[in-house]
């Protein structure tokens, strides 16, 4: 089953269950597929392929991250705890992403392969792992333990 099926069944379940946010999570993300369906010249019936659909729930995720950020850089604490929520319910939906220590091995090899040396040449190594690892790891901590292996 297809993660835009998965998505459109946990709408029936949410209102079933009476969880306000959940249901106001998923009726968003559906709006966004739906959206999404017509900008890509599709009929609003029909499914996103799952890569799609992820790039779709991250786009959505990373919204709620920066207004958090944003939030508790205005002092606001009542919006806070209601992004946190929503936030928590999308990343149910994304696949677990790889820790930092998972991500080293994979950078020294990588490194090794395009024999890079000198941190002048680090952007090129984070693309070159990005592009391995395609939606497994999150960009900042591929950067992080990129800057580590030059120190």
């Known amino acids: 089953m297809s993660l835009h099926t998965d998505i459109k069944d946990s709408l029936k379940e949410a209102m079933k269950a009476k969880e306000p946010v959940r249901l106001q999570v998923i009726r968003s993300l559906m709006t966004a597929f739906m959206n999404e369906l017509v900008a890509t010249s599709r009929t609003p019936q029909d499914e996103l392929t799952d890569e799609e659909a992820l ?9 709620r991250k920066e207004s958090i950020t944003q939030y508790e850089a205005a002092g606001r604490t009542d919006l806070v705890e209601p992004e946190r929520a929503e936030l928590t319910i999308l990343e149910s939906y994304l696949p677990q992403l790889m820790s930092p220590e998972e991500i080293k091995p994979v950078v020294a090899a990588k490194k090794a392969e395009l024999g890079i ?14 592009t391995d690892l395609r939606g497994q790891a999150d960009g900042a901590d591929v950067k992080a333990v990129a800057e580590a292996s030059f120190e």
Do not use: T, W
């Open 55 to 63: 790039a779709v729930i991250k786009r959505a995720a990373k919204q």
């Open 117 to 130: 040396n000198d941190k002048s040449k680090m952007g090129m190594l984070v693309g070159a792992v990005m």
